[in-house]
């Protein structure tokens, strides 16, 4: 469960909408979209607590350092840095106590089933956009949290990573985990996501994605 309480985010003295509250059952899959600079990455942000609130607060069914897991946009990672793909991949078992033996069998069944086996010693300046996001992807597949938050998961993916994209959210909010994903493509929104958050000219509305969408069609989102 997510729990947004009078919440407010944005620069000091300037909050990007009205008060928020609003709470998305646990195991539910929403979507937050809205145009550029409307402080949907933002929101995620503070619901992960990587961004502190001008006002309000946010609530968790699940400890945030174990319970969550955040899908960034690939543009804040650095990819000089020195790490192989494999290793990013890898990062995903991050506090998890795992046998050697099992790890490997995860790690290789990841990597095949985003598309990556063959890709594993390649660094990640050696990387397509779409690469690293099916990288970044199958990092998150490896984790057990019961919360993920995903910033534009489909970035830079072409038609097959667009379907395996889709494939493994609705696998994922099968298994009764808690997903909120921003998107900018209505029509993968009205098909995929049942519930969405709307921000727009500094209010947000919550409600059945077709209905939204269909009663904004001219909403510019990115």
């Known amino acids: 469960m997510i729990r947004c309480q009078s919440l407010s985010w944005g620069a000091p003295g300037q909050p990007l909408t009205s008060p928020l509250s609003l709470e ?21 942000k503070v619901i992960a607590g990587l961004q502190k609130p001008l006002a ?69 300046m050696a990387l397509s956009g779409g690469e690293l996001q099916r990288a970044l992807l199958a990092r998150l597949s490896l984790t057990d949290s019961p919360v993920l938050l995903l910033d534009e998961p489909h970035a830079a993916l072409d038609e097959l990573g667009q379907r395996l994209l889709w494939q493994h959210i609705h696998a994922w909010h099968g298994e009764g985990r808690t997903l909120v994903v921003v998107c900018h493509d209505l029509a993968a929104v009205r098909q995929h996501i049942p519930k969405t958050l709307l921000i727009k000219n500094g209010d947000c509305v919550f409600g059945a994605s077709a209905e939204l969408i269909q009663q904004s069609p001219h909403t510019q989102v990115a």
Do not use: M, Y
């Not at 899959?29 to 929101?43: D, F, V």
């Not at 174990?66 to 991949?89: C, E, W």
């Open 56 to 124: 309000g607060n946010v609530t968790l069914s699940v400890p945030r350092q174990s319970g969550l897991s955040f899908l960034p946009q690939q543009q804040h990672l650095d990819r000089q840095f020195p790490i192989s793909l494999q290793d990013l991949v890898a990062a995903g078992f991050w506090g998890r106590r795992l046998s050697t033996q099992l790890r490997a069998q995860r790690l290789a069944a990841a990597l095949e089933n985003w598309h990556l086996s063959g890709l594993e010693d390649r660094p990640l």
């Open 24 to 44: 998305l059952d646990s195991g539910s899959l929403t979507a937050i979209i809205g145009a550029n600079g409307c402080g949907k990455s933002s929101l995620l």
